[in-house]
């Protein structure tokens, strides 16, 4: 009983929350026992359907010929816009611009046409390419400078965001610059291609197990294309093989055309698309050309600043409104302007529809941010960090952002200082300037950037979560709420959440798939959010059931509430302690009710488009990264030689999780900004649609020395849950200081007299022409000296 009683304590020390425990699934991650989409053991009778896609990015479909495909052996089913009983749309902002299948206009290559359902994937696939369609072919507008030449059609509102008098600032600041900006797009590249099971049930009603972050959204879709109500529909998820934003909106086609082939066939039916076609139809993060003035002085610091973020959005609206919303709020990073004017240009085109993807337009805005004060530090001659620094939030006058939220806790001017000094980055800048005198053709750089990244979803109405929690007669507890695992740990969080609130074990908890049969009316797994709003409607469903059975066991033994604790394993009640589990069965045989639903809305936030002002973030998560690189500048190659991460997680619920999204987060953002590529031809074909042809990271790319500590002792000043912050989105954008370590090395050519202006993403071929293009400066300089 006293070594009971101790382990028993030893857990009150060690709360649940807070710990360093390991993913729910990790063991299954590492034996490859995790059940995915396509583990799920097959009902009987599973057909299989494949997409036929349009050989034209823009144009008319004349005809449609597809007598070869339905005469094809083992064919059940060619589905067209014809055989849609309900809407031919699956447009996530209802403007009815995202249609199933093209009936006329073709707006992208790879466009679905038809769907083929057969007895096997492999006949399926045969099939569909047997399809003749005749069409009369215009010339695409494939990318943002083609989009404006043409007039410039937008796929939605733009957005301006004004504070001060921009044009009487640039007027007066003693200098001035203008200057343009290319930032690529990236593909997401899950492991687990999309992917929908859809099986039939009785009365109409249709199952779908889908790999989607938004299941909501997923149901009302196929509710909508089948014209039946969305109380007919469930959708599923257990677990994604990845998603990054790329299962927000775009598993909503093929979730529907499994439902729509399983509900003409009466029978389940597959949709897994091959990776290339995967890659040809769904979206990317949106490419953006910046163009940007600047006012400044020789101090270094920012006067005004008036912007213009062009996007590359794609055949339709999908999330390019609030994408490129979300890029000019972050496109201050952390520094002040006085003066300030951003727009945006959602520009239309004829290439896939581009859509959600790890920050959201916020990467984008950063990107920019970081090269207004490269383009300051180089024109003053000062050191880039000491321009950083000047113009960070801060003091009074300092505070406002440009869409007119005051930024009430501002910490980057201290994350900066602890990792300059923990990394000693003085000390390893002074050492690549000495190295680099010596060595001709390896040249080394470093640079340390900041995030300020905002936390909730723009749209306001998204910022809410529910969950459903059952208490079990033998102390176990059931748990499901809204938010989709996609390997970020999120399931493991919440189920910590719920463990310390009832002082269990984890062992004591079930995770179960989430599920709209549960859950209804949830927000997609975005913006960061899923801990926040998911965890505070577990919890709250908690103290339901805790507020039930304290009030219980303050009649049952006379006690007064106050004196009811829930401690690790028991509950003390007065003078007693009974285990968890006693309590529980007491309450059930005084018919308490031990189920619970729970419920969490976002507070403070508020956002006004038209006026461009408000308070669309709850909080700021805060970060710098310093990062370490080595360019050969004979053949433009680099290593990523170091990097040094210092990150605010609040009170950080899972540490362990947290460094690991850390670590992803950066080398995700690290491959967008170096090696990944998306390359179409003049006829709109995406060339760069395989992993033989499209670069993410690998092992061998990784930082050589990587360290990633958490800020400690900076619990969240918001009340969110255990005063935790967000960590899905904000790490990503520490890989910019990758991009600016290289414009270092490559400055180091011409003695940083030049700024490179280095584009992302900054391929070998990139870095090259940069190093030509400073030597050809420096040469010039001397020669007219």
């Not at 597809?66 to 031919?88: Q, Y």
Request: aromatic letters at 6%.
């Amino acid at each position: 009983m006293a070594d009971a009683r101790k382990r028993l304590d030893a857990m009150e020390t060690r709360p649940v929350v807070g710990s360093p425990l390991k993913h729910d699934s990790a063991d299954k991650h590492v034996a490859g026992e995790a059940v995915y989409v396509d583990d799920i053991l097959e009902p009987a009778g599973t057909a299989h359907a494949c997409l036929g896609l349009s050989s034209i990015a823009h144009g008319r479909l004349l005809s449609l010929d597809l007598s070869a495909v339905e005469a094809t052996p083992g064919i059940l089913a060619v589905l067209t816009a014809a055989d849609i009983p309900g809407e031919n749309d699956i447009s996530s902002t209802h403007k009815h611009d995202e249609p199933v299948f093209a009936t006329e206009a073709i707006l992208h290559h790879g466009q679905p046409l038809f769907a083929v359902v057969a007895e096997t994937r492999e006949q399926a696939r045969h099939a569909a390419a047997l399809a003749k369609a005749s069409h009369e072919e215009a010339a695409p507008l494939l990318d943002v400078a083609a989009a404006r030449a043409a007039a410039g059609e937008l796929v939605t509102e733009p957005l301006k965001l004004e504070r001060g008098d921009v044009a009487a600032a640039l007027a007066a600041s003693p200098r001035r610059l203008k200057g343009t900006m290319a930032i690529g797009g990236q593909d997401h590249f899950y492991l687990e291609s999309q992917i929908a099971l859809a099986v039939p049930g009785e009365d109409g009603d249709m199952l779908v197990h889908s790999s989607t972050q938004h299941p909501s959204e997923v149901q009302h879709m196929v509710a909508s294309v089948l014209g039946i109500g969305a109380h007919a529909v469930t959708i599923e998820v257990r677990r994604m093989g990845g998603g990054f934003g790329g299962k927000e909106t775009q598993a909503n086609l093929f979730a529907c055309v499994a439902a729509l082939a399983a509900r003409k066939l009466g029978r389940p039916v597959k949709l897994r698309p091959d990776r290339d076609d995967d890659m040809v139809i769904t979206g990317k993060r949106h490419d953006f050309v910046v163009d940007y003035e600047i006012g400044f002085d020789d101090d270094g610091r920012i006067h005004a600043v008036d912007a213009v973020y062009a996007a590359r959005c794609g055949w339709n609206a999908d999330l390019s409104g609030p994408v490129t919303d979300r890029a000019l709020f972050h496109m201050d990073n952390c520094y002040f302007y006085p003066a300030v004017r951003a727009r945006s240009e959602p520009l239309r085109t004829h290439t896939v529809s581009n859509t959600a993807f790890r920050g959201f337009g916020g990467p984008q805005g950063m990107v920019g941010a970081e090269r207004f004060v490269e383009e300051v530090a180089y024109a003053t001659g000062l050191d880039p960090l000491e321009v950083r620094r000047r113009n960070l939030y801060g003091g009074e006058d300092r505070l406002t952002t440009p869409y007119h939220q005051q930024v009430e806790d501002m910490i980057a001017g201290e994350v900066i200082d602890e990792l300059e000094r923990d990394c000693h980055y003085r000390e390893r800048q002074q050492a690549i300037r000495a190295f680099n005198r010596e060595s001709p053709v390896i040249k080394r750089g470093i640079a340390l950037t900041p995030v300020k990244f905002g936390i909730s979803f723009t749209a306001t109405w998204y910022n809410q979560a529910g969950a459903l929690v059952h208490v079990y007669t033998d102390g176990t507890v059931a748990l499901n709420h809204g938010g989709t695992e996609m390997g970020q740990g999120l399931y493991q969080k919440v189920a910590q959440v719920v463990a310390q609130a009832f002082g269990i074990g984890l062992d004591r908890i079930r995770i179960t798939a989430t599920t709209t049969g549960k859950v209804p009316n949830t927000s997609a797994t975005a913006a960061s959010s899923g801990s926040d709003l998911n965890g505070m409607a577990a919890l709250d469903a908690c103290e339901t059931i805790k507020r039930r059975l304290t009030a219980f066991a303050a009649e049952r033994w006379q006690e007064a509430p106050e004196a009811i604790a829930f401690l690790p394993g028991r509950v003390r009640i007065g003078a007693r302690e009974i285990a968890f589990v006693e309590l529980v069965r007491e309450a059930y045989m005084a018919r308490v009710q031990l189920s619970a639903t729970g419920f969490y809305a976002t507070p403070k936030i508020h956002w006004d488009r038209k006026a461009g002002r408000g308070h669309p973030f709850y909080y700021f998560a805060y970060g710098a990264a310093a990062a370490e690189v080595a360019i050969d500048t004979l053949t433009g190659e680099y290593k990523v030689e170091r990097v040094d991460i210092l990150h605010d997680c609040g009170n950080s619920l899972n540490p362990a999780i947290d460094k690991g999204q850390i670590e992803g987060g950066f080398v995700q953002g690290m491959g967008w900004l170096t090696t990944e590529e998306l390359v179409w031809d003049e006829k709109g074909r995406l060339r760069t649609h395989a992993p033989s042809t499209y670069k993410i990271p690998v092992a061998s790319d990784r930082p050589r020395i990587f360290n990633v500590a958490l800020l400690e002792n900076a619990p969240n000043r918001e009340h969110t849950i255990h005063r935790s912050k967000a960590v899905g989105e904000p790490p990503l954008m520490l890989a910019i200081s990758v991009l600016h370590a290289l414009s270092d090395a490559v400055a180091s050519v011409g003695e940083h007299r030049f700024c490179p202006k280095l584009d992302a993403p900054a391929t070998p071929e990139r870095v090259l022409d940069a190093v030509e293009r400073v030597r050809a400066l420096a040469a010039a300089a001397e020669g007219a000296s």
